[in-house]
């Protein structure tokens, strides 16, 4: 069974940078499609950026420019640099994962999927 720890968060100001870590257990990064998603008091879980297994890479529009996803299939670890943090991006972030090789598949999970702890991102101004 597939697991993800997702780790690296913590407190920064606006302006600022971090780089948030998910390692994968019971897989291969190298066989998954891996997404980054965030969570905001009072909204709903959004999607954050997405490498599918396939090679595509995308992020949302309200962080592009600013986070880059990445993985190293060595460490069966995927990466989020975030720069540039703005109070709008504070928010607990997981990752997630999809067995095929969609990118499009990644935008879809919600709710009825399962979650890990996540870590969490708070932005001062």
């Known amino acids: 069974q597939v697991q993800l720890v997702e780790s690296g968060g913590g407190l920064v100001q606006t302006g600022g940078s971090l780089r948030l870590s998910c390692v994968v257990s019971?897989?291969?990064?190298?066989?998954?499609?891996l997404g980054w998603y965030r969570q905001a008091p009072g909204k709903r879980r959004e999607f954050v950026a997405g490498?599918?297994?396939?090679?595509?890479?995308g992020t949302a529009d309200s962080v592009r420019g600013r986070f880059t996803i990445s993985r190293d299939n060595a460490k069966n670890t995927v990466y989020l640099q975030m720069n540039s943090l703005t109070v709008e991006d504070t928010a607990v972030y997981y990752c997630?994962?999809?067995?095929?090789?969609?990118?499009?598949?990644?935008?879809?999970?919600?709710?009825?999927?399962?979650w890990g702890r996540g870590t969490q991102v708070t932005v001062s101004s």
């Open positions: 490498s599918s297994r396939d090679g595509i890479e």
């Open positions: 997630n994962f999809d067995l095929g090789g969609s990118y499009f598949a990644l935008l879809g999970k919600g709710e009825g999927d399962d």
């Open positions: 019971g897989g291969r990064t190298n066989d998954l499609s």
